[in-house]
């Protein structure tokens, strides 16, 4: 039989492009063998290499080449050979000695110098992927921006290097209405290290609400003991008022922003890297940054959804902000106007003492009612608890508009949300889809919120009558009604894509807005309503709510000095309750021992797998579970997806986490169906 004949054997069977490209492979393999000389000092440097897999989350050894000696630096980038290809990595340390008895390959080559993964930020790193049972690569896609090389060529700026002095005591101000807040500020100032999780005061001062204050007052003190601070908050807009309230008292800060291009994020990232700047805001990424001589770690509003990560391993930057505080040994601060029960954990525990408002600066700060709520507000208006707007509500816009701007959250966008039937309360449905109708103006059709098909001539399929009524209304349709209510006031909308920075701070105005979009006015709102909250405490969710407390509050906080709040709901509900009273840590405390009772968490720890049926069933077959674990599911998570909640006693959290861990590291190494690992998840 002939054979047919190699490539190697008649190179002129081979296109010339090809040639070269074998000739060029066999020189790289002939330089790849060639001996060469080791660095006399360390010639071993330990490489955590991107690979993208579980199984191979761990450090490699290489060769340091003489000629590399000086650049492979711990924390500096390079290029190594791994399974046949060039990958990129990070220097984690380097060695005198190899712990591998064979041959060890060289580095590639340095990309850059620049440490730029510093030995604090990889423990952080280590750790969260062990809390959350995932990777370091992927954590580290979060913690180390991509290299932009014409910025790291630029002339680095000048180190800033924080200098103690004396504690002005006007610093302190801002912590006077917090009972124990001088103290822990002060304690800041001294170079101290506290850890609290404290309720801030509603209301605004100077132009600025109460809380920006505090923070900034919280930083300031902590310069003025030669260190840096580092502050989270959940959005940008957030971000520029912490930073335009850092401008008077910190000489220099910058602010991170995850919308800002590659060149930019790598230039700030290098600021703070280099010590051109000590004191960092930012949203939930700024939880990586490499800050020199921390002193402060300040988390603000940790129940705000946008504190998780999307990505996996979906850590939350509570927990990201709880273990840095850890290993750098400074201060933690949880702040918000709410509580979270996962934050009253770190009290319950003693990781964290509890700080709150004085009730006098409560009592003088604003008041809150609810309508309806006694029996003489029935007497002037009987259908105080029935009706969306009553009386209460338009007595107290007409009163307040003389002294300032209105705010009136409402909880759905749009115009109206849902429709029933006028007669019989049948819920509007789509006659090709069966979906839910919704109005998006006054003038629009019904149209289907699934399809999008109109509705011109919609009949009730139980009653056959035409008539629509809007059970629910967004912000859009509540702004028409206020407008004729009120002719002689403007009447303004923030919510969707269209959300205010700032209210006018003119009389006369009315602001409706939906939770999370409330523009806060320049010198407070002069009442606050909070319609429909009825609505934000029906939604089927584990955290609903501590969220609808803490929307509320944030609202309620908008308020200037001495501002009331009207709330329209069930005056005997617990969580309206807790919001007339301003008890945020007596609510979080007791959802703690509802949840503890329940077994929930933060009282338990729980995991979710998500995934094919198959892959889900091969990954519970492969997973060691520790002992006492409650296995719930699979059950349907949409399509052709099933979950399975797994749940352990709080105290074995870290027996689970190792062997979801373990289960990362056996799927990757076999290459089976993809399975959504996620460890506490925000909902259930």
Avoid: N
């Amino acid at each position: 039989m002939s054979r047919t004949p190699d490539a190697e054997e008649q190179p002129e069977l081979v296109p010339g492009l090809v040639r070269a490209q074998v000739k060029a492979a066999k020189t790289r393999a002939a330089k790849a063998s060639a001996p060469v000389a080791a660095s006399s000092v360390e010639p071993v440097a330990r490489v955590l290499v991107d690979t993208g897999l579980a199984h191979l989350d761990r450090t490699f050894d290489y060769l340091v080449p003489a000629s590399m000696a000086d650049d492979a630096v711990s924390g500096a980038r390079v290029k190594v050979r791994f399974a046949g290809k060039d990958v990129d990595g990070f220097v984690v340390e380097r060695a005198a000695a190899s712990e591998h008895d064979g041959r060890l390959q060289s580095l590639r080559r340095v990309v850059s110098p620049v440490p730029v993964l510093q030995p604090q930020v990889l423990e952080l790193v280590t750790r969260v992927a062990a809390r959350y049972a995932g990777s370091r690569g992927d954590l580290l896609r979060l913690a180390v921006p991509p290299r932009h090389a014409t910025v790291e060529q630029e002339p680095p700026g000048e180190s800033t290097v924080p200098t103690s002095g004396p504690l002005d005591p006007r610093l302190t101000e801002p912590w006077g209405s917090v009972l124990g807040g001088v103290d822990l500020v002060s304690s800041l100032a001294q170079g101290g290290a506290p850890r609290a999780v404290w309720s801030a005061t509603p209301g605004t001062d100077r132009g600025r609400p109460t809380w920006v204050l505090q923070v900034a007052s919280a930083v300031a003190c902590t310069v003025a003991s030669g260190r840096g601070a580092l502050v989270i908050v959940p959005d940008a807009r957030d971000a520029q008022q912490v930073s335009d309230a850092l401008a008077p008292v910190v000489a220099r800060h910058l602010v991170l922003q995850a919308d800002a291009g590659p060149a930019q994020r790598y230039r700030d990232f290098l600021a703070v890297l280099r010590g051109a700047v000590t004191v960092v805001v930012g949203t939930r990424a700024a939880a990586y940054a490499p800050v020199r001589d921390l002193g402060l770690v300040l988390l603000w509003d940790d129940g705000d959804d946008s504190h998780e990560e999307p990505r996996a391993p979906y850590p939350h930057v509570r927990e990201v902000a709880r273990t840095r505080a850890e290993i750098e040994g400074c201060a933690l601060l949880i702040g918000g106007l709410g509580r979270t029960p996962d934050a009253q954990l770190l009290v319950r525990t003693g990781f964290a003492r509890s700080l709150s408002p004085a009730r006098e600066s409560l009592r003088a700060a604003l008041s809150v009612t609810v309508a309806g709520a006694t029996e003489h507000d029935l007497e002037r208006d009987p259908f105080a608890r029935t009706t969306r707007m009553p009386q209460q509500v338009h007595h107290l816009v007409r009163g307040a508009l003389e002294d300032g701007p209105v705010l009136v959250q409402t909880p759905r966008r749009g115009y109206a949300a849902a429709l029933a039937c006028e007669r019989c309360r049948t819920p509007a449905r789509c006659r090709t889809c069966s979906g839910p109708l919704a109005l998006a103006s006054p003038t629009a059709p019904p149209t289907c919120r699934w399809c999008g098909r109109s509705e011109q001539a919609w009949a009730c399929g139980a009653c056959g009558h035409r008539g629509l009524r809007a059970p629910v209304v967004g912000e859009v349709r509540t702004a028409e009604e206020l407008g004729r209510a009120f002719p002689g006031a403007r009447v303004i909308t923030s919510g969707g894509d269209r959300i205010l920075d700032r209210a006018p701070s003119a009389a006369r105005t009315i602001v409706v807005s939906t939770p999370g979009a409330e523009p806060p006015a320049p010198e407070g709102y002069a009442a606050v309503v909070l319609l429909d909250t009825w609505l934000m405490l029906a939604r089927p969710d584990l955290r609903v709510r501590e969220e609808a407390l803490r929307r509320w509050t944030t609202a309620a906080a908008l308020t200037r000095s001495g501002g009331r709040v009207l709330a329209v709901g069930d005056a005997a509900d617990p969580t309206l309750q807790a919001l007339v009273r301003w008890d945020p840590v007596g609510h979080a405390e007791r959802e703690l021992a509802d949840r503890a009772s329940a077994h929930m968490p933060p009282s338990c720890r729980v995991a979710t797998l998500s995934g094919s049926l198959g892959a889900v069933d091969d990954a519970m077959t492969l997973l060691s579970l520790p002992p006492g674990t409650e296995v719930l599911g699979p059950v349907e998570h949409g399509d052709d997806v099933v979950r399975t909640v797994l749940r352990v006693p709080w105290a074995a959290g870290a027996a689970l986490t190792d062997a979801l861990s373990e289960l990362q590291r056996i799927r990757s190494a076999r290459r089976l169906d993809p399975v959504r690992v996620q460890v506490d998840p925000v909902t259930l």
